[in-house]
């Protein structure tokens, strides 16, 4: 449903977002790219008189939990504006949760750097999520590179982890 000024906010929101954590995380919304890995199949995205204020991503995914392939739901492109930093993560993923139950995956996760542990945690008190430490990610990159391998590994990963069906 978005539009290309849409998208030009969004990723312009993004850029701003991402950037202080590091050049590149705000280079790959150049060019009103809104999206970083895969496309968002939906998005939560808040707004207020000043624009873009806070947003969330979520992907229906496949992933393998020990031997099983399970369909679960992926959240990502987590950005709260900087003036309103630190009233985002709980309502964002509350605001999500019902969408989570309706499309009726186990869980619903997400990875975070390290660094981010104190904010997410906050959501943990809640007792809404877990963060796991200690657990291998293999994704795949999103662009093609010809000097690197389709699949990269991060073992410096915290996975923020929903139970939703289960």
């Given at each position: 449903?978005l ?13 701003k ?36 204020a806070?947003?969330l ?28 930093e ?35 945690s ?23 590179y ?19 069906g289960r």
């Amino acid at each position: 449903e978005l539009q290309l000024p849409d998208h030009l906010e969004l990723s312009e929101f993004f850029r701003k977002t991402y950037e202080p954590t590091g050049a590149f995380n705000g280079k790959q919304f150049a060019g009103g790219r809104s999206w970083a890995g895969a496309r968002p199949e939906l998005r939560v995205i808040g707004r207020d008189v000043h624009g873009v204020a806070a947003h969330l991503g979520l992907l229906r995914r496949y992933i393998k939990v020990g031997d099983d392939d399970l369909l679960v739901a992926e959240l990502g492109l987590y950005g709260v504006r900087p003036d309103l930093e630190g009233l985002g993560i709980a309502h964002s993923i509350s605001v999500m949760y019902p969408v989570l139950q309706q499309l009726g995956v186990p869980f619903a996760f997400g990875s975070v750097r390290p660094a981010l542990r104190n904010h997410v945690s906050r959501f943990c008190r809640k007792g809404l999520a877990n963060i796991l430490s200690g657990v291998r990610v293999r994704s795949t990159h999103p662009d093609v590179y010809l000097d690197l391998p389709p699949t990269r590994v991060d073992d410096n990963v915290l996975v923020l982890v929903l139970p939703i069906g289960r």
